[in-house]
Structures are given as structure tokens and as C-alpha cells.
């Protein structure tokens, strides 16, 4: 069994200028409201209003968030809320806080991250140009990616490089987590830090349809299907053990990592069920199965010490199953 830490970082999502737009736009249309007692959907739907007006602060209105960002890991307090209430939804699936609302500083200046890669031959640099800051991403068959703006502003991608770079120099392996739809940008990242000289696999997560359309939640299409209301929905019929088990079930045996299949009401209410005869079937054979759940690990184990959780559910939850594994089940999943 091999240790795992987990990095996150708040900062690397605050120290954006699209989320420091929206907090402009807060300020500007909602300035003074008490967040403390807001809905998520409040939040959300303010979101989906300034992006629909279409137009950005400047660079001097951003300017003062990201400073304070940087130098103190403000946040600003309705992005506060939003993580509380994020966090009280990981409580009810059984998932640990990794952090949401702690501060943790930056690891690398930008300077001195683009100092890093510009060693390494990294960049194309048109600053002394009045241009922009480049990846080379050609080198490795990909397109150029640009980290700062002529404006001096970095982007999303700078953030991650000031956190990563030197944690990742001392890891046996760096698995980067991503959207299937920042793909590209993760494959630069992934050849970024292996050129410095990290270990690096990429895991690509799928968002889920709604109404046959994955869409931007800036497009406000996800009205009914958040965390919050099928948290609710849920716990309105079945008790927590079964819902903890229930959402595994629906998002990683039957969605998997990218199924194009829209959300499904009645297809999670069928994982609900399940969910229960598994935990009856559990209860009943009670610590049985140690042997089988540490045989099945060491099956899907690979030589990195590595189980791939998409086939450790289908094999512990398929029908087709024999052997009990209630112990493992536990320790794993409630």
C-alpha cells in the first residue's frame, strides 16, 4: 500500500480573471448582500446573468482582486458560501474535505516559473515585444499555448505550473485529474512537467448531459440536477449508507468516466435500489470477506501500486459476483 496526497489548491481557481470577473460583477450589482445565508442556485444564477451581459472588467478593475488574492488567498464572500455548501455535500456522499476553503500560498512566484521553463527552452517569449507568452507546444506535436496575455495577465495554466513544479520534482508519479474538455491543455501539462522531470499520467473525467447537451454551466441548463437537489431528492426516500453507495454506483459502475448518457432520474433511483440489497446482502453476511476483497485488490493492483475505482466497482457491485467482499465495500465506499 503506497501513501497518496492529494493536492488542491484554492488559489489555483481564484487566480483566474474568470472568477474574479464574476466577483466584479458581484460587487457591482449585489454589493453588500449577506452571502452567509444564500442558495447555491442564487449564486448560480447570478453567474449565468453576468455572463449573459457579455462584457469584461478591465484589467485595471481586475487588477486589485488578483493582487489580493495572491498576496493574502482572499476569497471573496460569496465564493465562500458556495464552497461551504460544497463541502456539506461531500459530508453527505462520505467524500473528505481536501481543503475547499483552506489557504495555502503559491509554491512559485510567476516570475519565477516562467524563469523555469524559459531554462528549459519552454517558451516563446514576445514580451520584450509587447507581445504575449507562449508554451512551445510544437516541440511535442502540439499546438502554442498561451500562459500570459499582451496585457501581463497569466492565465488558468499558471496557477496549476506555480503549485506543481516543484511538488511534482520530488513525486514518484503525478496523476493530473482533469475535464475531457481541457484535454489538450492537460496533454501540454503533462509534457511540461515530464520535460522537468516528473512521472506523469493524465485521468480524464466526462461531464454528464443534461437533456442531451453537455453545455457550459454558465448557459444555466442545470437547474434540478445539482449536487444539492438530488442530495435532497434522495435522502427524502433512502437513508445516507444507501445514497453514499447509490451515487458510486450510478456516477462511476454506470456513468463511468465519459458516458454520453444524459442524467437519468429514474436510472439513479434504480442505483438507489441496488444500492440498498447490496448493503442488506453486506449486513447480513457481516465481516466476511476479507479474504476475497484483498484478492480482488491485489488482482486489479497494477505495478504502480495503482486500482482503477471504475473497475473495482463494476467487479465488487456485478451481479455475477460470488464472493462476498463486504469489508472491502465498506472501507471503500461509506
Known sequence: ??????????????????????????????????????????????????????????????????????????????????????RDELRLLGVGDPGLTADRPMALSTDETLDILAERD???????????????????????????????????????????????????????????????????????????GATVSRLALGRVPIGGAIRSS??????????????????????????????????IAVLQRGSRRSMEPELLRRCLWKARRILSRVEQGGDTGATAGAALLTKLCDDRGYVDPYGLTCRLLSRRRRTSAGPLLRQVYL
Open 1 to 86: 500500500m503506497r501513501s497518496v496526497d492529494y493536492l488542491w489548491n484554492q488559489r489555483s481557481a481564484t487566480l483566474t480573471a474568470q472568477t474574479v470577473a464574476f466577483w466584479a460583477y458581484l460587487d457591482r450589482v449585489a454589493a453588500g448582500r449577506q452571502w452567509s445565508a444564500v442558495t447555491g442556485n442564487e449564486i448560480g444564477e447570478l453567474y449565468v446573468r453576468s455572463h449573459a451581459e457579455g462584457s469584461r472588467p478591465s484589467r485595471a478593475v481586475l487588477a486589485p482582486y488578483l493582487e489580493r488574492v495572491d498576496a493574502e488567498g482572499w476569497i471573496h464572500p460569496a465564493s465562500v458560501r458556495l464552497l461551504e455548501l460544497w
Open 122 to 196: 519552454l517558451l516563446v517569449d514576445h514580451r520584450r515585444f509587447g507581445g504575449p507568452v507562449l508554451l512551445d507546444g510544437p516541440r511535442w506535436g502540439l499546438p502554442l499555448r498561451q500562459l500570459v496575455g499582451p496585457d501581463g495577465h497569466p492565465n488558468y495554466l499558471v496557477p496549476i505550473l506555480r503549485d506543481l513544479i516543484p511538488r511534482a520534482r520530488h513525486a514518484e508519479r503525478v496523476v493530473l485529474v482533469h475535464d475531457t474538455e481541457l484535454t489538450q491543455d492537460y496533454t501540454t501539462l503533462d509534457r511540461v512537467l515530464g520535460t522537468l
Open 218 to 251: 454558465r448557459h444555466g441548463d442545470w437547474a434540478g440536477v445539482t449536487l444539492d437537489h438530488i442530495s435532497r431528492a434522495c435522502l427524502e426516500h433512502v437513508e445516507l449508507p444507501v445514497y453514499q453507495l447509490g451515487m458510486r454506483i450510478y456516477f
